[in-house]
């Protein structure tokens, strides 16, 4: 295994080997879909595959004509959860495992029009880690219709391997825009070996008699992807980058920064921030907080973005994100020890329309690569749903060592009093020319609710013969790193 490893990263990384053949760099980002094996000895459930948001970076090396070998990195969550076969009842999706996974494909593209469209199969494997080995979830959730309740209690088991393979079968569509861009468009299929997730279900009707179910998966997926591509060997490859003296490329990063119009993607980190309204009857701690603080968690976005210069080094930026919405919550208890939760459900992920308006200021003489962008504006936060949209309930084991194996009962509801918010936003973002139509870019973001409450967390909490109540807040304040690139354009040639 360890010298597979090695011929394989040899082949990718170790350029001057192939000096005629194309190494390429590129990000994708897409939907994924995660399958379970359902047991249900009441027949009432079903498990439809839920989707979740990912992306992925990627290395390839041409080690033939047309043929391949690429690798990476991605990052992305198992999500599971069921619902009724009649679908009224909607039970959450939990975030049952997040995983990092490194790929190793094979490749062989097919032309379909002759440097333009291409089609491209791919077998391989990937190399992945559990980042919630060992970790366990619970829940209870119960749920009313106007004729009927049904009570679930659910158990999530994730420590069966901290590392694992899976096998991987997919093709994708490459178009190739100017400048030797191409457009990818893929749908991979990955299956797995062993037994990585595990969900023990006890569900009853109407107070009837308890039934017994079990999701279980080997971690197989779906994968529909959306990505750019650039050769990088263009730069050591083509005369016309080798022999570029310093005023041509001085001229061809000043063209870039001309170009009228840019499209492009990012991934990153963003961190939320929830404000505390606790009642009269909750007791501060020594350190004069109280037992609901406000707090602050990290989740991830992703989207695509466009933009246009409208005059000069002014410029305009819209685009459309996907923000993960992992629920949480804080509970402190007297002594300062803080004990959170969380879970995420399907339906609860937000989308961000931002309309920005943007600075361009090219950095002088040898840092000339580097564009400092300053931005000014709003966002439009959307939710698919409004009203509470999940609840849950029971008992919680606390380990601290002043009150060892101490039971606290909690219940929980998550409620979305407006379906959408409108936020300010200022960041900046620094650019840095690659090639003439491809600019990698590091962004970080700072925003502010405008008031309107966009999520809510309704928290009952009964510990050490004490009732503890509070809401916790989420106002569209929260702050982004994301990085990714961007491809310039124009429509027509400049005069």
């Known amino acids: ?130 980042d919630d080995f060992l970790s366990e979830s619970s829940g209870t959730t119960i749920r009313n219709s106007p004729l009927d309740t049904l009570k679930i209690t659910h158990q999530d088991l994730t420590g069966f391997r901290k590392f694992f393979f899976m096998q991987e079968t997919g093709l994708s569509l490459k178009l190739k825009l100017k400048s030797d861009v191409r457009l990818t468009s893929s749908i991979n299929y990955q299956s797995g070996f ?93 350190n004069g907080r109280y037992a609901f603080p406000s707090f602050n968690y990290a989740d991830f976005t992703i989207g695509i973005n466009f933009g246009v210069k409208l005059h000069e080094n002014i410029g305009l930026q819209t685009g459309i994100f996907i923000q993960n919405f992992w629920n949480r919550y804080y509970i402190m208890d007297e002594d300062d020890v803080i004990y959170g939760g969380g879970t995420r459900f399907g339906e609860s992920n937000l989308f961000k329309i931002p309309l920005l308006f943007e600075y361009h200021y090219q950095l002088p003489s040898v840092l000339n690569r580097f564009t400092i962008i300053p931005s000014l504006g709003m966002n439009l936060l959307h939710s698919r749903i409004t009203g509470d949209y999940e609840s849950f309930s029971g008992n919680v084991v606390i380990y601290n060592l002043a009150y060892p194996n101490d039971s606290l009962y909690r219940e929980i509801t998550f409620a979305r009093p407006n379906k959408n918010i409108i936020t300010l936003t200022t960041g900046i973002e620094i650019d840095f020319y690659i090639l003439k139509n491809l600019i990698l870019y590091l962004k970080g973001e700072y925003t502010l609710g405008t008031g309107s409450v966009l999520n809510q967390i309704d928290t009952w909490v009964f510990y050490q013969n004490k009732g503890y109540s509070a809401i916790q807040q989420f106002r569209g304040k929260s702050s982004e790193l994301m990085m990714g690139f961007k491809v310039p354009f124009d429509f027509k040639k400049q005069q």
């Open 194 to 286: 062993f037994k990585l997730i595990e969900t023990n279900i006890v569900y009853s009707t109407n107070s009837g008699p308890e039934k017994q179910a079990s999701l279980i998966s080997n971690g197989n997926n779906l994968k529909l992807l959306f990505g750019l591509e650039y050769p990088l060997s263009n730069i050591w490859q083509k005369s016309s980058y080798r022999k570029e003296t310093k005023n041509e490329r001085i001229k061809s990063v000043k063209e870039s920064n001309n170009k009228r119009f840019y499209i492009g993607f990012g991934a990153g980190a963003l961190w939320r921030y929830y404000s505390s309204i606790p009642s009269k009857d909750v007791i501060t701690s020594r």
């Open 1 to 130: 295994m360890k010298k597979l490893f090695f011929v394989l990263l040899l082949s990718v990384f170790t350029f001057q080997s192939f000096s005629q053949l194309e190494t390429k760099i590129g990000a994708e980002v897409g939907l994924q879909a995660y399958f379970y094996t359902l047991y249900d000895e009441g027949d009432l459930l079903w498990n439809p595959p839920i989707p979740g948001a990912m992306f992925s970076y990627k290395i390839a090396q041409e080690i033939k004509k047309n043929f391949e070998i690429e690798t990476g990195f991605s990052r992305f969550t198992y999500y599971g959860g069921p619902n009724t076969r009649d679908g009224y009842f909607h039970i959450m999706a939990s975030n049952t495992l997040i995983c990092y996974q490194i790929p190793f494909r094979f490749k062989y593209t097919f032309p379909l029009i002759k440097d333009k469209l291409f089609f491209t199969p791919h077998i391989g494997f990937s190399f992945n880690i559990n």
